[in-house]
């Protein structure tokens, strides 16, 4: 099955900054890959996707980019706010059925 | 409550015993999944189903058990097969098809006493 990886597990900016999370997956047949934020003690929220036609997407400060040939893709997050402080999920899948998650990145905006 | 509801949020469970999770949608959502998340490990599948009266096992389904009887409920039940159950369980909910994303509940912690 895909096995996706994320990387960093924490991450510290300052606010105002430019925070990255990267994910690696494992099947190239992977065609949709979501990112999730969860604010403590509350449940995951979509933030924003990208299928697998597309390079690169943007939804205001927050970016994603998929890189097919390298199997990798990356969450960025410009002019960071306290209230991006959370932790974010990367994740991937071929069919739509079963989505396979990243660990996890716990973000701390330092104001 | 964004259309999936969980209860009870803290379920407290002794030694020995079956517990069940409720997860109910009103979204219409053809497919339901349930998750478990643990410090540093991410989400990892339990069970889901994608039609009444069907569901398939996830990476870690044993100690577990499911039912979908109506579109709407999928109910876990953690059995005292489960070694280990103490976690926050997810359970999420989507439209069929590539390209919709889950909406989740609130979760549930469950905690062994």
């Known amino acids: 099955g895909e096995n996706v990886e994320q990387h960093p597990s924490t991450l510290s900016v300052q606010e105002g900054d430019s925070a990255v999370i990267k994910c690696t997956y494992s099947?190239?047949?992977?065609?949709?890959f979501p990112w999730y934020k969860q604010e403590l003690g509350k449940r995951p929220q979509l933030i924003i996707d990208i299928r697998s036609n597309v390079g690169e997407k943007k939804d205001q400060r927050i970016a994603v980019t998929l890189n097919k040939t390298a199997k990798h893709f990356s969450l960025h997050i410009t002019e960071t706010q306290p209230e991006d402080s959370a932790v974010y999920f990367c994740?991937?899948?071929?069919?739509?059925?079963?989505?396979?998650f990243g660990t996890g990145t716990s973000l701390t905006v330092i104001p | 409550d964004g259309g999936i509801t969980q209860s009870p949020k803290y379920l407290f469970r002794k030694e020995g015993q079956n517990v069940t999770l409720s997860c109910e949608q009103n979204?219409?959502?053809?497919?339901m999944y349930w998750y478990r998340q643990d410090p540093g490990q991410g989400l990892r599948l339990i069970y889901y189903s994608q039609i009444v009266n069907d569901f398939q096992k996830g990476d870690i389904a044993e100690g577990y058990s499911v039912s979908r009887e109506k579109k709407e409920s999928f109910p876990l039940t953690v059995t005292s097969a489960q070694k280990n159950p103490t976690a926050f369980y997810l359970c999420?909910?989507?439209?069929?098809?590539?390209?919709?994303?889950?909406?989740f509940g609130s979760g549930t912690r469950l905690t062994v006493v």
């Open positions: 994740a991937a899948t071929n069919t739509g059925n079963q989505f396979y």
């Open positions: 999420a909910s989507r439209f069929n098809g590539l390209g919709y994303g889950y909406t």
């Open positions: 099947d190239s047949a992977s065609n949709y």
């Open positions: 979204l219409n959502h053809d497919a």
